[in-house]
């Protein structure tokens, strides 16, 4: 449908040109992998039409970029050319969310650091007697005036 050739033409030309079809570019589904996809789709029961259908064949990202120098419509070649800026939008995408995602740990890092010292004042400041005991020990700093802390010139 995609490119708008029977899917025999298309599995004809895919055999006559394998050579362009590693295994890292096509593979034939498995029938378990084959039943699980037509479960998730609803179909007709193509087995009421002549018999078991041969197992379908299934191409990777870079076998649907060779699909198009195999088959020779006008449509076939936008149609790679669709599927293949789609696949450069999905990288870039992923890309831009690795970092987007690598920046948001270091983000979150950086605040639970901070935040765990706000935290600790908060507790300090929220438990009245340890606070009072605390604050008469500490040192006092800043400005000091003869008169008021005691000590004569």
Known sequence: ??????????????????ERFPKRF???????????????IVTSKIETRGGTPKLPFAF????VTMVASVLRSKKAVKMNIAIV???IALKEFAQNYK??????DELETIFNRRFA?????LRFLMDDKQSRVEWSKRKK?????????????
């Open 26 to 40: 096509i593979f034939q589904l498995t029938k378990d992998e084959w039943q699980f996809l037509k479960s998730q």
């Open 1 to 18: 449908m995609l490119y708008e050739v029977a899917t025999k033409a298309l599995n004809q030309a895919v055999k006559r040109n394998i």
């Open 117 to 121: 010292d706000v935290n600790e004042a």
């Open 60 to 63: 990777t990202e870079h076998g």
């Open 141 to 153: 700093i800043g400005f000091k005036n003869s008169l008021t802390d005691g000590r004569q010139n």
């Open 99 to 104: 970092e987007l995602s690598d920046r948001l």
């Open 85 to 87: 800026e789609a696949f």
